[in-house]
Nanobody, 126 residues
C-alpha cells in the first residue's frame, strides 16, 4: 500500500523558516510535488521535483524562497521554506505520481497526481 507522510509543519513569524518532509513508502515515483491550500482557496502547486533527473519547478510566488530536494536513499522529499510570509499560511500537501510530462505546468497541476499525503499546517504570523 502506498503512503505519503508529511511532517515539519508549524507556526513561525514572518521571515522565519521551516522544512517540510514527505516520506514515501510502497512505491517509487517519477515526480513528487508540494501543494498548498489556504482556507477558501483552491489547492495550488508550490514546487515539484523529478526524482530521476532532479529537475525542479517552482510557483512564481515562492521562487527564491523555497527549495525542493530529495534523499533517494530515504525515498523522501523536502521543502525548505525561507523568508516565510503570512500569505504562505496554508495546509501543505505532498503528492506523487509516475508523471508522463516534464514541465512546470504539468508538475504543478493537481490533476496529474493520484497519491496524496494527509497534509501539514503551516502558519506564518506577521
Amino acid at each position: 500500500q502506498v503512503h505519503l507522510v508529511e511532517s515539519g509543519g508549524g507556526s513561525v513569524q514572518a521571515g522565519g523558516s521551516l522544512r517540510l518532509s514527505c516520506a514515501a513508502s510502497g512505491d517509487t515515483f517519477s515526480c513528487m510535488a508540494w501543494f498548498r491550500q489556504a482556507p477558501g482557496k483552491e489547492r495550488e502547486g508550490v514546487a515539484a521535483i523529478y526524482t530521476r533527473s532532479d529537475i525542479t519547478y517552482y510557483a512564481d510566488v515562492v521562487k527564491g524562497r523555497f527549495t525542493v530536494s530529495q534523499d533517494n536513499a530515504k525515498n523522501t522529499v523536502y521543502l525548505q521554506m525561507n523568508d516565510l510570509k503570512p500569505e504562505d499560511t496554508a495546509v501543505y500537501y505532498c503528492a506523487a505520481d509516475r508523471c508522463r510530462g516534464v514541465s512546470s505546468s504539468y508538475s504543478l497541476s493537481t490533476r496529474n497526481y493520484n497519491t496524496w499525503g494527509q497534509g501539514t499546517q503551516v502558519t506564518v504570523s506577521s
